[in-house]
């Protein structure tokens, strides 16, 4: 990470399921560590841990590239393949095949901003490593953005590092936690994002290259390298890319962003840090139905959101949210219906003897066995976002919960005017 004789004590992660007196054992010999490296001499520590390498140890461990992300540039190369294998080997890609990104390439990608080259944006989490137009610029060819996307990811690079986001929190984690970028506005449509059909799927150059793009930052820029900082236990596909626009064509209600105090004519990027997708389907049409069926499938035993609380998300296709504002629901009233409804038994809790969740959430009476937990703390904490196609299925996208807040920012101009077009941003005098 840049601090090689650093002294470090670390915690093993084996830490997990052992007992209280397990626990308090490995904690004593952590302490005599750290009292270790306190009383020794300073030129003593710095050669003694100098000559450790812990990141390459778990690399080597886990197979992974062992050459940590430089400054180097790429001025050429004819041959991808070659270009992939030199990037892999220093641990700078996804895994998947990259477009090696040249130096008239990122120029290219740098038409599209009035920022400067080597302006910081914000500094990217757990690293702090500085997110410059650049560097968006070189992770942005890699993962095969066309230039005219860069306004979207600078927005969104500007809401990761949001310390209300808290991308710290989603880098290094055990968690499969993945940023999800909804885009609204205009710029859907003008840069085709997909918002209908397979939007959270395959086959849309936007969606995929967009956040795609954002993984290779969190990776090269962030630090959050698989198995080192990243200690997701299983990972996620989402942690490739997870891109959608809103469907607000089809939506009966007013966008997304406006709903978070934008104006309608503005594009904008919303990132919610999402642990997975959970599907359901509602056969009959009705909207009574619909409301039913999504409050049982968000009431999720053990979710991040039952323990943490913080925000959780309904996507509804827009036949089920045309359905459901027939009735005479509001965005406003889904949430308060999912708030009332969506929850879990304190019974079942206090059965299965789960004390941990009142230590987090301890404003349920919990001395009423009979009583229910919300999924979420209050009713604005619910995010109703209108995705898909008219059809039977809906889902839940439960969240890393209160650790993290969804940050949502426009595609504007550096001095903070919102942009009508991406292509605004090419000629205006940087």
Same mark, same amino acid.
């Given at each position: ?29 952590? @302490? ?92 990217? !989490? ?9 560097? @968006? !610029? ?39 936690? !993945? ?231 426009? @595609? !504007? ?18």
């Amino acid at each position: 990470m840049g601090v090689p004789s650093l002294p470090i004590v670390s915690i093993p992660h084996e830490l997990f399921g052992l007992s209280d007196k397990q626990i308090e054992e490995a904690a004593d010999k952590l @302490i005599d560590e750290i009292v270790r490296v306190l009383t020794t001499p300073r030129e003593k520590l710095i050669e003694e841990f100098r000559s450790k390498n812990n990141i390459e140890e778990v690399e080597q461990k886990l197979s992974r590239p062992r050459v940590m992300p430089t400054q180097e540039k790429v001025k050429s190369r004819a041959n991808a393949r070659e270009a992939t294998a030199a990037f892999y080997e220093r641990g700078w890609t996804d895994g998947l095949p990259i477009i090696p990104p040249t130096e008239e390439l990122v120029e290219e990608m740098l038409q599209f901003t009035d920022r400067k080259r080597d302006e910081t944006i914000v500094k990217l !989490a757990p690293r702090w490593g500085k997110a410059t137009p650049e560097k @968006i !610029a070189v992770n942005a060819v890699m993962a095969g953005c066309l230039p005219e996307y860069m306004p979207v990811l600078v927005a969104a690079v500007e809401a990761l590092g949001d310390p209300q986001f808290n991308l710290f929190a989603l880098q290094a984690t055990t968690n499969p936690v !993945a940023p999800l970028l909804i885009v609204n506005g205009p710029v859907r449509n003008e840069l085709k994002v997909n918002y209908s059909f397979g939007a959270f799927g395959p086959g849309w150059q936007a969606n995929a290259t967009l956040g795609r793009a954002i993984r290779l930052m969190l990776v090269n820029i962030g630090g959050g390298m698989p198995g080192t900082t990243d200690k997701a236990i299983h990972g996620h596909p989402a942690k490739f890319t997870f891109c959608a626009g809103e469907n607000e064509e089809e939506s009966p209600w007013e966008p997304l962003h406006v709903s978070r105090g934008l104006k309608k004519e503005v594009s904008a990027v919303t990132v919610v840090g999402v642990q997975a997708e959970h599907n359901f389907v509602v056969w009959d049409g009705t909207g009574e139905s619909f409301l039913s069926v999504a409050a049982n499938a968000m009431s999720a035993f053990a979710t991040n959101n039952a323990f943490h609380a913080g925000t959780a998300v309904l996507v509804m296709n827009p036949g089920h949210a045309q359905i459901v504002s027939r009735l005479g629901y509001s965005r406003a009233d889904v949430q308060k219906y999912m708030y009332d409804n969506a929850h879990i038994s304190l019974g079942d809790l206090h059965r299965l003897e789960v004390p941990h969740y009142q230590l987090r959430r301890p404003k349920f009476g919990w001395d009423v066995h009979d009583a229910f937990m919300s999924i979420t703390d209050k009713p604005d904490d619910i995010m109703v976002v209108v995705i898909g196609a008219v059809g039977a299925h809906g889902q839940f996208l439960p969240t890393f919960g209160d650790p993290t807040i969804p940050v949502t920012r426009p @595609i !504007a101009f550096k001095d903070g005017t919102p942009a009508a077009s991406v292509y605004d941003f090419k000629n205006r005098k940087k």
